[in-house]
C-alpha cells in the first residue's frame, strides 16, 4: 500500500524558516517524480514544487522560486521541501504527492499545516 | 499563467440523478507531445484530494465507471451518471501543460 506521510509543520513567524519532511512506502520512491502540492484555509489547491527522479531537476511557480527548496533522499524515501523567507500567504496545508503517469498526483499525503503568523 | 474555469461553482444533486462539471481552459490544452495533461480530482470533507480522472478521460484504478471525462483543447467535462453519497465533496480540473501547472477553484457536489 502506497504510504506518504508529511511530517514538520507548525506555527512559524514571517521571515523565518521551516522544512516538512514526508517518509514515503509501498512503492519503489526512486522511480517516481514527486511533488507539493498546498492549500490555503477554505481555498483551492496550488502547486508549489516538482522534483525529477534524481533530484537533479526542480520546478516551482513564481509565488516560491527563490524561497522554497524541494529536495529529496532516495536512500531514504524521503521528500522534503525548505521553505524560506515565509509570508502570511504561505499559510497552508502542505500535500506531498506522487506523480504518476501523465503528469497526473496518484497519491497524496494526508497533509501538514503551516502556520505563518506573528 | 493557465486559468481553469470551473462550471458551476457549486452543485445540488439527488442521490441517482446525473451531473455535470465543466472546466474551461484559457489556453489549449494539447501538449507537443500529442497528450493533454488535464486531469480530475475529488476531495471529500476533511480529506486529501484523490486522483480520479487523468489525460482527459482515463478512469484512474479503483476509481467507480459512473465518472467519465471528455473534451478537448479547452473545454473539458467530468459526468457523473448516478451520484452516490459518497461522491459528495469538492472536485478540481487541474493542467500539466503548461507550466505552473494550475488547478481550477472547484465546484462543491452536494446533496439536494
Known amino acids: 500500500e502506497v504510504q506518504l506521510v508529511e511530517s514538520g509543520g507548525g506555527l512559524v513567524q514571517p521571515g523565518r524558516s521551516l522544512k516538512l519532511s514526508c517518509a514515503a512506502s509501498?512503492?519503489?520512491?526512486?522511480?517516481?517524480?514527486m511533488a507539493w502540492v498546498r492549500q490555503a484555509p477554505k481555498k483551492g489547491l496550488e502547486w508549489v514544487a516538482t522534483i525529477s527522479t534524481s533530484g537533479s531537476r526542480t520546478y516551482y511557480p513564481d509565488s516560491v522560486k527563490g524561497r522554497f527548496t524541494i529536495s529529496r533522499d532516495n536512500a531514504k524515501s524521503s521528500l522534503y521541501l525548505q521553505m524560506n523567507s515565509l509570508k502570511s500567504e504561505d499559510t497552508a496545508t502542505y500535500y506531498c504527492?506522487?506523480?504518476?503517469?501523465?503528469?497526473?498526483?496518484?497519491?497524496w499525503g494526508q497533509g501538514v499545516m503551516v502556520t505563518v503568523s506573528s | 499563467d493557465v486559468v481553469l474555469t470551473q462550471t458551476p461553482p457549486t452543485l445540488s444533486a439527488t442521490i441517482g440523478q446525473s451531473v455535470s462539471i465543466s472546466c474551461r481552459s484559457s489556453?489549449?490544452?494539447?501538449?507537443?507531445?500529442?497528450?493533454?495533461?488535464l486531469n480530475w480530482l475529488l476531495q471529500r470533507p476533511g480529506q486529501s484530494p484523490q486522483l480520479l480522472i487523468y489525460?482527459?478521460?482515463n478512469l484512474e484504478s479503483g476509481v467507480p465507471n459512473r465518472f467519465s471525462g471528455s473534451g478537448s483543447e479547452t473545454d473539458f467535462t467530468l459526468k457523473i451518471s448516478g451520484v452516490e453519497a459518497e461522491d459528495l465533496g469538492v472536485y478540481y480540473c487541474m493542467q500539466a501543460t503548461h507550466a505552473p501547472w494550475t488547478f481550477g477553484g472547484g465546484t462543491k457536489l452536494e446533496l439536494k
Open positions: 504527492a506522487r506523480l504518476g503517469g501523465y503528469r497526473a498526483f496518484d497519491y
Open positions: 489556453q489549449s490544452l494539447l501538449d507537443s507531445d500529442g497528450d493533454t495533461y
Open positions: 509501498g512503492f519503489t520512491f526512486s522511480n517516481y517524480y
Open positions: 489525460s482527459v478521460s
